[in-house]
């Protein structure tokens, strides 16, 4: 088991790159309900991480004592597919820059961001970490898990070269406040939250969603994932990677009822079997990190609940929604 660390200190400079994003800007917040009183939160309009130069520039001069990588091109199916140059290219970019300057501003710990599409297709289920690197990936986000795989390599290959005390973690799905809410182009639970909400609000009698229902999926919300990376920061020092999730999947036909429930839907519920399942289950082993003592605070139904309070207030009457990363 990997040995306590020293806890964080509360005045040490905490750089979050990506801090406009679902999870970064949940870091952000869970650093400042922390104490943390020196915390910066970068976005790629304040510092482009593509650009070697001023991600150098700006880390030698700020040197903070910790750095959380949050910063990604991220997409979904549609995106990953139709752009997968930008993908590969922005991600290995933003990672080599980023890594590279906060070895130059001697950074000590540096949690970096992967996530769960990583893992082979036909990964064990649940994943354990061990499953990296074992077969092919999923062919439609290749890309992507190239360069976080890339990712994982790095942190390792500087822990192993240069001794730094830095980790790569895995979260499973995230979901909460200030995620993609598109109508076709996001994840399953925000699409869901937007379809039911804008169905009460126009009064709508049936709602359709995609697939069989069948397939299983795991979530975490967004500031469960937040507390899970500090505390992994101030308890785990390996250069295996953990997956951060909550052990338990449930079927798309089971989290419909929950987002239903949530926005006061009692209409109609049609399947379309024409979209696609995906994959049928996608579950993280969660052992190491339980192992060191972390617990999940935000259940499902309540996160949900949360969500689709956040999604009504923040959703203007007009065609503008909200937008995540
Ligand atoms: P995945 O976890 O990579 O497969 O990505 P998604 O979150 O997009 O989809 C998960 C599952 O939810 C699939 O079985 C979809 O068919 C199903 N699903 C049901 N309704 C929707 C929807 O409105 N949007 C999305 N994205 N998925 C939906």
Redesign the pocket.
Known sequence: MPVPLPTLDRSATVLVAGSSGLVGSAVMRRLRAEGFTSAVGIRSSDVDLTDARATFGYLTSLRPAVVIDAAARVG??AANDAEPVEFLDDNLRIQTNLFAAAHAADVDRLLFLGSSCIYPKHSPQPIPESALLTGPLEETNVAYAIAKIAGVVAVQSYRRQYGRRWISVMPT?VYGPGDNFHPTR???LP??VR?FHEAVRSGAEEVI???TGA?R?EFIHADDLAAACLHLLAHYDDPSPVNIGVGEDLT?ADLVVLVAEATGFAGRITWDAS?????PR?LLDVSRLLATGWKQRIGLAEGIRSTVRWYADASPTTDERPRGQ
């Open positions: 979904g199916i799905n996001s994840h399953v699409a869901l379809r969603v995609w697939g397939p999926r798309i979209k696609p399942d995906g994959t996608k």
